[in-house]
């Protein structure tokens, strides 16, 4: 069966930077569009970042533009966010998502504490 | 950026009620919306795409309509298990956008 399961969050202070990764099961990981969610504790939804099975294509939300980078490892069935100048606003609970526009499978999600 | 809307916020509701939520795009999407469902603690799951598409596995209880601005995510008869916070998403335009939430509770 599909599984995402995703690590790395932790605490880090402003301006700091952290390595998010999800490893991928069950299903052919090149095939599919991949892409980063967040939720803010008690808060809604937001759309961050995708990228291709082919890695060609990348895209980003304007609120992590130039700060998040997203990348994926097909052989090892892995997908990355490199998250760098965070500030107290990144806090949230990061979901791995497989699918481009609607998501079929989430991860359990890594939180992600940004304070001083 | 497409606001999307949804209404209302929070209900109350008994096991077999017939649950009806909104969610209204402030631009037209075609049938680029998917509902997701999500209990305390737990990622999103998705239940529907293309706005009446039920993802696998989805009781048929669940049933989503609409086109353009306006669509809804009806559940037939509520069970005991979907008690959560639903959550209505665009995919027409980047960047992809979601609803404040429905959290559905018992009455």
């Known amino acids: 069966q599909v599984q995402l399961v995703e690590s790395g969050g932790g605490l880090v202070k402003p301006g700091g930077s952290l390595r998010l990764s999800c490893i991928a099961s069950g299903f052919t990981f090149s095939d599919y569009y991949m892409t980063w969610i967040r939720q803010a504790p008690g808060k809604g939804l937001e759309w961050l970042s995708h990228?291709?099975?082919?890695?060609?294509?990348?895209n980003y939300a304007d609120s992590v533009k130039g700060r998040f980078t997203i990348s994926r490892d097909n052989p090892k069935m892995s997908l990355y966010l490199q998250m760098n100048s965070l500030r107290v606003e990144d806090t949230a609970v990061y979901y791995c998502?497989?699918?481009?526009?609607?998501?079929?499978?989430w991860g359990q999600g890594t939180l992600v504490t940004v304070s001083s | 950026d497409i606001q999307m809307t949804q209404s209302p916020s929070s209900l109350s509701a008994s096991v077999r009620d017939r649950v009806i939520i909104t969610c209204r795009a402030s631009?037209?999407?075609?049938?680029?919306l998917a509902w997701l469902q999500q209990k305390p603690g737990k990622a999103p799951e998705s239940l529907i795409y293309?706005?009446?598409a039920l993802q696998s596995g989805v009781p048929s209880r669940f049933s989503g309509s609409g086109s353009g601005t306006d669509f809804t995510l009806t559940i037939s008869s509520l069970q005991p298990e979907d008690f959560a916070t639903y959550y209505c998403?665009?995919?027409?335009?980047?960047?992809?956008?979601f609803g404040g939430g429905t959290k559905v509770e018992i009455k």
């Open positions: 998403q665009q995919y027409k335009h980047y960047p992809l956008t």
């Open positions: 631009q037209d999407i075609s049938n680029h």
């Open positions: 998502v497989r699918g481009e526009l609607d998501f079929d499978y």
């Open positions: 990228i291709s099975g082919s890695i060609i294509y990348t």
């Open positions: 293309a706005a009446s």
